[in-house]
C-alpha cells in the first residue's frame, strides 16, 4: 500500500479564495482524522471520522472549515473563504486500531 | 488547554548519548500513549506506543517508561546517532484514537 495520499502537497492562495485538500487513506482502515499543524499551536486535531461518518468535529475552528468523507477511499478538507491564519500544514492519518498512519501533508499558504 | 504537556523544547546530544523527553498528562481516561517522530517535510510517523498497564516498553535503542501515579511517561533515545536527529511527540488518547499531541522536542544529534 503506498499509504496515507494527500493532494495537493504545496497550495498557495489568496485570501477569499476557496481551497480544498484531498486525502485517500490506507485501503481498509475505518477511522480518518485531519489534523493541522502550526508553530504556534503545534498538532491539532480537526476533525475524526469513523466509517465514513463524522465523529467530532469540535476541532473544526470556524465555519469556514468543512469536511467531507463521501466514501472509504476518500475525504475533502474545504476551507471556504480562506484567510492568512489559515496557513499551515494540513495532515490526513487513517487508521485501524490504535496505530494511525500519517499522509504527507498540504502546506497551504494564504496570502 | 493543551491536555499534554512536553519538554524541553529542544535538545543536542552527543553521537552515542541518550536523549531524554517527558511527558505530562491530566485526564486519567486517557489509556493509550505514543511517541511520534517526524522529520522535515514529513508527516508524523509511530515510534513506539505504550498503555497504562505496563511501566516500561523497549524496541531497539528506544524506550518508554510511564508513571501512572505521577500521570507522566518518557522517551529515552539510547546510542543516539545522527539519523535520530528529528522531532518528536508524545500523544495521548482514549479509546477512540484521537491524538491529543504534545508541543513537541527538536532532537538534535553532534556526529
Known amino acids: 500500500d503506498a499509504g496515507v495520499i494527500q493532494s495537493p502537497r504545496h497550495e498557495v492562495t489568496e485570501m477569499g479564495q476557496e481551497v480544498t485538500l484531498r486525502c485517500k487513506p490506507i485501503?481498509?482502515?475505518?477511522?480518518l482524522f485531519w489534523y493541522r499543524q502550526t508553530m504556534m499551536r503545534g498538532l491539532e486535531l480537526l476533525i475524526y471520522?469513523?466509517?465514513?461518518?463524522?465523529?467530532?468535529d469540535s476541532g473544526m475552528p470556524e465555519d469556514r472549515f468543512s469536511a467531507k468523507m463521501p466514501n472509504a477511499s476518500f475525504s475533502t478538507l474545504k476551507i471556504q473563504p480562506s484567510e492568512p491564519r489559515d496557513s499551515a500544514v494540513y495532515f490526513c492519518?487513517?487508521?485501524?486500531?490504535?496505530?494511525?498512519?500519517f499522509g504527507q501533508g498540504t502546506r497551504l499558504t494564504v496570502v | 488547554q493543551q491536555q499534554v504537556k512536553q519538554s524541553p523544547q529542544s535538545l543536542i546530544v552527543q553521537k552515542g548519548g541518550i536523549s531524554i523527553i517527558n511527558c505530562a498528562y491530566e485526564n486519567t481516561a486517557f489509556d493509550y500513549f505514543p511517541w511520534y517522530q517526524q522529520f522535515p517535510g514529513k508527516g508524523p510517523a509511530l515510534l513506539i506506543a505504550i498503555r497504562p498497564d505496563v511501566s516500561e516498553k523497549k524496541e531497539g535503542r528506544f524506550t518508554i517508561s510511564f508513571n501512572k501515579s505521577a500521570k507522566q511517561f518518557s522517551l529515552h533515545i539510547m546510542d543516539s546517532q545522527p539519523g535520530d536527529s528529528a522531532t518528536y511527540f508524545c500523544a495521548a488518547s482514549k479509546r477512540d484514537y484521537k491524538l491529543s499531541f504534545g508541543a513537541g522536542t527538536t532532537v538534535t544529534v553532534r556526529a
Open positions: 471520522f469513523n466509517n465514513n461518518v463524522p465523529i467530532d
Open positions: 492519518a487513517s487508521s485501524w486500531g490504535s496505530e494511525a498512519f
Open positions: 485501503s481498509g482502515h475505518n477511522s
